[in-house]
């Protein structure tokens, strides 16, 4: 079973505005560039956990989920397989690249490449914000954090995610407005979101955690004094997860959520519900926002969003 985001990499013309974007404002690190020049960011003793690859366009790269070792990860590719998932191995340079022990990838019903890892290269006390900090990110046996895909058939979307892939529902948004289901792999309220929007496929973003309520309110401090990245969504409380959070630019098309307090749970006595809102106050849209929604999205064609694959039945 998959056990946590394990890392994510995306495309970008902006990918050399990530070093200061990540240092300065996020306060994360800068790792040693990839082989193509992808700007590496590390939130912890993990070798890195965001690649932004040099492109013409911004693109969804890879999503890279991690099982507990290479006993769990060959079960599961097995379990996979028989479902009817295509499993490809990874090559030398890509686990070299991505600096895990073991690597198999697939294709997400539409289209989004996904990473199954285990072994991740680790480098203890090697961690070090890169701007001031009261405590760090919260990582650890909760992953990176979440992410949020957009899909546009949110139905297959569940039962590929949750029937073939395994993931728990933790509880779901729908509105008029939203329709967004929730899912957990380990103790993290979600480490996938998955959203509605009929014709495309992409993200729309990353939530990164911090321990501190104050490293929240410098982030608000730092992005609010910058010309040239704004809050998209203002300060604000979720009402599933309860995670206290902002919404900032990034200079690729998809949001960060930068937030803090973010609630657990546990198998054995979550309930997964339904609200009908997304926040319990806050979360206020920016007129940038309301300008064009942001995330990296990608058209996906009719025939392709209908194909139906074994392991989608």
């Not at 946590?4 to 996020?26: C, M, N, V």
């Not at 492109?55 to 290479?70: F, I, K, M, S, T």
């Not at 019903?109 to 919260?138: A, I, K, T």
Request: glycine share 10%; proline share 4%; with cysteine.
């Amino acid at each position: 079973m998959i056990t946590q985001l394990a890392y994510l990499g995306i495309a970008s013309p902006a990918f050399q505005e990530w070093r200061d974007y990540a240092t300065r404002l996020l306060g994360a690190v800068v790792a040693e560039d990839g082989p193509d020049g992808a700007v590496r960011i590390k939130v912890d003793d993990a070798g890195y956990r965001v690649a932004v690859h040099p492109a013409e366009q911004d693109e969804l790269r890879y999503v890279g989920w991690a099982c507990h070792n290479e006993t769990r990860l060959h079960e599961y590719a097995a379990e996979l397989r028989a479902k009817g998932l295509e499993l490809h191995a990874g090559t030398e340079a890509e686990l070299k690249e991505r600096q895990v022990a073991e690597l198999y990838w697939f294709a997400d019903p539409f289209g989004n490449r996904h990473e199954l890892v285990w072994g991740r290269y680790s480098h203890p006390n090697s961690f070090f914000p890169g701007r001031p900090m009261r405590g760090r990110f919260v990582t650890g046996d909760q992953g990176l954090g979440h992410i949020v895909l957009i899909v546009p058939d949110l139905a297959r979307a569940d039962a590929f995610f949750a029937g073939t892939l395994g993931f728990r529902l933790s509880d779901r948004v729908k509105s008029d407005i939203f329709n967004l289901r929730f899912y957990h792999c380990n103790g993290r309220h979600h480490s996938l979101a998955v959203a509605e929007i009929p014709g495309v496929t992409g993200i729309n973003h990353l939530m990164l955690e911090v321990e501190s309520f104050d490293d929240l309110g410098t982030a608000i401090d730092l992005f609010s004094a910058d010309p040239d990245r704004e809050i998209l969504l203002s300060l604000g409380r979720h009402t599933n997860d309860l995670m206290t959070s902002v919404y900032v630019q990034t200079p690729s098309s998809m949001q960060i959520e930068y937030g803090h307090g973010g609630m657990t749970v546990d198998d054995l006595t979550w309930v997964a519900g339904t609200h009908d809102l997304p926040s319990i106050w806050g979360h206020h849209r920016s007129q940038a926002y309301l300008d064009g929604p942001p995330g990296i999205f990608r058209e996906i064609g009719t025939a392709d969003a209908n194909e139906t694959t074994e392991a989608d039945r």
